[in-house]
């Protein structure tokens, strides 16, 4: 138990759709990163912010877009979607200044159709 | 850039046999290195770390090694159990960069 929520846990869109991801993060943890697992994949990185501003991208176009909110919850945002976005997305959270110890979510798995 | 290769599996054990999965690095500066394992239908979970040079990582019986000469952190153990089934991530970071993953190792005890 990590102390990270995600949800949902899966969905299924549709090409071309828009789908908002949630995670709440552990009280206090002012970072978050989003990782993208594809299947059979490691994670690759998305994207990071602290204290609510992106501090961080990954190779992710930019219809991949994300917020922080002051209650430590974050959403990433996926536009136009496309088949390749089907993926396990996982966000992590830890302390700023903090660089070993990072928090992973159960993930949202994501189908595209 | 950063960037891991670790050995690929599946790889399937009977239960009490020693188990190494290889991992290497290349990285930039001095990077922290770790060991994620993912269970069935959960995120990741950090098993073990080491953040310099000839540090020895361990938790729950596994360990791993920092490497600078060979640039590896093999993780093994001695004697595995049917519930260390699942995936093992081998992963780095530099500072305060974003961990940088395997591609992953699955890992199957039989009993």
């Known amino acids: 138990e990590t102390g990270v929520t995600q949800s949902p846990t899966h969905l299924i869109k549709t090409r071309g759709q828009q789908v908002t991801l949630r995670c709440s993060s552990q009280?206090?943890?002012?970072?978050v990163s989003w990782y993208q697992q594809a299947l059979g994949q490691g994670p690759q990185f998305i994207f990071q912010?602290?204290?609510?501003?992106?501090?961080g991208r990954g190779n992710f176009p930019p219809r991949f877009s994300g917020l922080q909110f002051p209650n430590y919850s974050s959403e990433l945002n996926v536009n136009a979607l496309e088949l390749d976005d089907s993926a396990l997305y996982l966000c992590?959270?830890?302390?700023?200044?903090?660089?070993?110890?990072?928090?992973f979510g159960p993930g949202t798995r994501l189908t595209v159709t | 850039g950063n960037s891991v290769t670790q050995m690929e599996g599946p790889v399937t054990l009977s239960e009490e046999a020693f188990l190494t999965i290889n991992c290497t690095y290349t990285?930039?500066?001095?990077?922290?290195l770790f060991w994620y394992v993912q269970y069935p239908g959960e995120g990741l979970q950090l098993l073990l770390k080491?953040?310099?040079?000839?540090d020895k990582g361990s938790n729950k019986g596994f360990e791993a090694t920092y490497r600078k000469e060979t640039t590896s952190f093999h993780l093994e153990k001695g004697s595995v159990q049917v519930s260390d089934s699942a995936v093992y991530f081998c992963?780095?970071?530099?500072?305060?960069?974003?961990?940088?993953f395997g591609k992953g190792t699955r890992l199957s005890v039989i009993a």
């Open positions: 992963a780095l970071s530099s500072g305060n960069t974003p961990l940088v």
């Open positions: 992590a959270s830890r302390l700023a200044g903090d660089p070993y110890e990072q928090y």
């Open positions: 912010y602290y204290r609510e501003e992106e501090n």
């Open positions: 990285a930039t500066g001095y990077p922290s």
């Open positions: 080491a953040t310099k040079a000839d």
């Open positions: 009280s206090g943890h002012n970072t």
